[in-house]
T-cell receptor
């Protein structure tokens, strides 16, 4: 079974703190994604990576950065946390053959910024 | 216009009912299509892929109409355990760009 693991289920951070959200997958997937999910807005793509040290901006990259130093690990960084970044953060990974691919998700990190 | 739109919901149906979810997408170059299920406070999980010829998995049937850019999911004989949010997902570039619809919440009532 593919496993995508996020480092924390729940986090509470203060405004202005630097926050690291870690995601690790164990199936040698090329692609990894970070989403945030908010009521009424669905899942919105923050950043994705299709290879080590490669990254692409998603729909809402402002206030975030990412790091992919190893294939299995994709980190989301909030440089200076703000209250509007309170959300559920979901990491996903996919294998990249030509054709249909399934995205496997981590269990999510519910971040509260106070 | 949003890239992927779904019925706003919520849908509240009695056990045993048949329920249909609709989804439209705006990018005609989209390659792959999926329905995901998300339980409350859990991560999304793949329910089924959607193929051009239509496909069925037990009580679930998915249809794709590329000309109309429309995807559907039909659930027959609904169970209490079907209660969840159903997400329509469109993939534009072989796994590199998933676009999620906002989801439709289903509550199956006893």
């Amino acid at each position: 079974d593919v496993k995508v693991t996020q480092s924390s289920r729940y986090l509470v951070k203060r405004t202005g703190e630097k926050v690291f959200l870690e995601c690790v997958q164990d199936m040698d997937h090329e692609n990894m994604f970070w989403y945030r999910q908010d009521p009424g807005l669905g899942l919105r793509l923050i950043y994705f990576s299709y290879d080590v040290k490669m990254k692409e901006k998603g729909d809402i990259p402002e206030g975030y950065s990412v790091s992919r130093e190893k294939k299995e690990r994709f980190s989301l960084i909030l440089e200076s946390a703000s209250t509007n970044q309170t959300s559920m953060y979901l990491c996903a990974s996919t294998y990249n053959p030509e054709g249909n691919t399934e995205a496997f998700f981590g269990q999510g990190t519910r971040l509260t910024v106070v | 216009r949003k890239e992927v739109e779904q019925d706003p919901g919520p849908f509240n149906v009695p056990e045993g009912a048949t329920v249909a979810f609709n989804c439209t997408y705006s990018n005609s170059a989209s390659q792959s299509f999926f329905w995901y299920r998300q339980d409350c406070r859990k991560e999304p999980k793949l329910l089924m892929s959607v193929y051009s010829s239509g496909n069925e998995d037990g009580r679930f049937t998915a249809q794709l109409n590329r000309a109309s850019q429309y995807i559907s999911l039909l659930i027959r004989d609904s169970k209490l355990s079907d209660s969840a949010t159903y997400l329509c997902v469109v993939n534009d570039n072989y796994g590199q760009n998933f676009v999620f619809g906002p989801g439709t919440r289903l509550s199956v009532l006893p």
